[in-house]
């Protein structure tokens, strides 16, 4: 019962900064495996490329009259910057990464 009340209670930035095991895998930690943790630096990086690249290709195909290519990247664009802002967020937040 004091599990879920643990999981259940707002964490601190103190917790945030530490990091939080098992919080991407649900695994972790069994078995012997280490606690994952995510890498949010470098995938801010991806997301970044892949947001200038996708607007990029996008432009490109709207200049060759091409719109299914421009809406196909419009949405890789939009789904990249959705998740950008989430890791940004949780970077700010404090999580380690």
Do not use: C, N
């Not at 997301?47 to 432009?59: E, F, H, K």
């Not at 299914?68 to 990464?97: F, N």
Request: hydrophobic fraction near 45%.
């Amino acid at each position: 019962m004091q599990a879920r009340e643990h999981r259940e209670r707002e964490r601190t930035r103190a917790e945030y900064e530490r990091g939080l095991p098992d919080y991407h895998d649900p695994t972790g930690g069994f078995g012997g495996a280490a606690p994952a943790y995510s890498a949010l630096t470098l995938r801010i990086v991806l997301a970044s490329i892949a947001v200038v690249l996708s607007i990029a290709g996008a432009v490109l195909f709207a200049l060759f009259d091409e719109y299914w290519g421009t809406v196909l990247l419009g949405l890789v664009a939009l789904g990249s910057a959705v998740d950008l802002g989430w890791v940004i967020h949780r970077k700010r937040r404090g999580e380690p990464g």
